[in-house]
């Protein structure tokens, strides 16, 4: 009862929106929009879930001392201050939770990305060895590729950039054309699985 | 140097991350923790305006869209969750959202990961016309089935099999290179950005 009643509820919702795909009606048109819709409004309820699970880690942390409660301290004020200041006064292009984010969440954002390419170079010096053909060809695309996208690379031989964009446009595009077949026939294959009740993965974690 | 208060709290955080690349301290790991906390009152907020008002408030308080309860209390049932002994019930609107999401997204993933990749892939007449663009429709060509092959695992990768899954290799490595160069160059720039930020707008010693 507790897993048959959403395993027959996610079978019939697939198969009424996989028909519904294959209708070229206005109501079958009007139909899809109406169940997005529902489907929005019912996937707002779940933010709660992810807030719960973020509050109680840091809550527990502040509450019982734990090491470094201090930061989980300034996570909870940003949070509550963020979301009351952006729901209290607008989230308009001039408001004060613009600036918020354009001042605090996009340097911090940038600059954390920005990080990974030292992390990366100094990973792939040590990593990446010409230990055979393939590494080799691996690592010359890599540099082509650095080399192409900057001015030095032009300097260097002008028709370098256009090189880089043919090796983007056609054997790369080709190796990622293949694997994007695969992942779209796995894919597929496993939403078939969910549809038909044999991937039952979603279920678990609230008892039998 | 900026006189502006907000360029000075996001060079001073620009800077708690670069010091990370010195080693872990507490100026790092106060940015890190603030970074987690705007990031998420900013998807509250957004949440909030975006879709609690328009898609929840305002259709039932002006478009009297009363069939939106329904939702409501299978997304209610959400919250079960934090009750153990009726934490089974969350999974209704689960099972609502997998399952609407399945029938919605199955149709879609064969259209573009499968269909349309395949589509593009054949060579046509149009495109063997022309020499170079031959050339190069039949490099993407090989590339895809070779890289198929390489990952068809069903059949030894001996013989003529192995040979065409060795081309795919090739083919895979040239695209994992590519995608790294990219993404570093993709880092660079962002870096670079962080630094013309410090130089130009915060301390002006760049015009």
């Given amino acids: ?208 | 140097m900026s006189h502006d208060i907000w360029v000075w709290v996001a060079a001073f955080l620009t800077l708690s991350i670069l010091s990370f690349l010195y080693k872990d301290n507490p100026f790092y790991k106060f940015a890190e923790y603030l970074l987690i906390g705007v990031a998420l009152g900013y998807g509250i907020a957004v949440t909030w305006h975006s879709t609690i008002i328009p898609k929840i408030v305002i259709p039932l308080k002006e478009g009297h869209q009363y069939h939106l309860i329904i939702p409501m209390c299978i997304g209610l049932l959400f919250w079960a969750r934090l009750f153990p002994k009726y934490a089974w019930l969350s999974r209704w609107p689960i099972a609502f959202q997998i399952g609407a999401g399945v029938g919605i997204g199955l149709p879609l993933i064969l259209q573009a990961d499968v269909f349309k990749q395949i589509q593009g892939t054949i060579l046509t007449s149009a495109i063997l016309n022309n020499p170079f663009n031959a050339f190069s429709a039949i490099v993407a060509f090989v590339g895809v089935v070779s890289t198929l092959i390489y990952f068809y695992f069903s059949l030894e990768h001996k013989g003529v099999v192995g040979g065409i899954a060795k081309i795919g290799i090739w083919y895979i490595m040239i695209a994992f290179g590519a995608i790294f160069g990219y993404t570093v160059m993709a880092r660079m720039s962002l870096l670079i950005g962080r630094f013309q930020f410090l130089l130009h707008d915060w301390l002006g010693l760049m015009r």
Wanted: proline residues 3%; hydrophobic residues 55%.
């Fill in chain 1, 1 to 208: 009862m507790r897993k048959l009643v959403p395993l027959r509820i996610c079978l019939v919702c697939g198969i009424v929106m996989l028909i519904q795909f294959f209708i070229p009606h206005n109501y079958s048109q009007t139909f899809f929009q109406y169940a997005l819709d529902w489907l929005i409004v019912c996937g707002v309820f779940a933010v709660v879930i992810g807030l719960d699970s973020n509050f109680r880690l840091h809550l527990t942390r502040i509450i019982r001392r734990k090491k470094g409660w201090g930061y989980s301290l300034i996570t909870m004020v940003a949070v509550l201050s963020v979301a009351f200041i952006g729901i209290k006064f607008g989230i308009g292009a001039d408001s004060l939770f613009m600036k918020i984010y354009r001042n605090v969440e996009v340097p911090m954002d940038a600059t954390m990305f920005s990080l990974l390419g030292f992390f990366m170079a100094s990973a792939s010096f040590r990593a990446f060895k010409a230990k055979n053909k393939e590494a080799t060809v691996l690592l010359i695309i890599a540099v082509l590729m650095m080399l192409g996208r900057i001015p030095i690379g032009y300097f260097m031989w002008d028709k370098l950039p256009n090189l880089v964009e043919w090796i983007m446009m056609y054997p790369n595009m080709a190796a990622q054309r293949g694997i994007l077949l695969g992942v779209g026939l796995g894919a597929a294959a496993m939403q078939l699985k969910i549809l038909l009740g044999i991937e039952r993965g979603w279920l678990g974690g609230a008892g039998d």
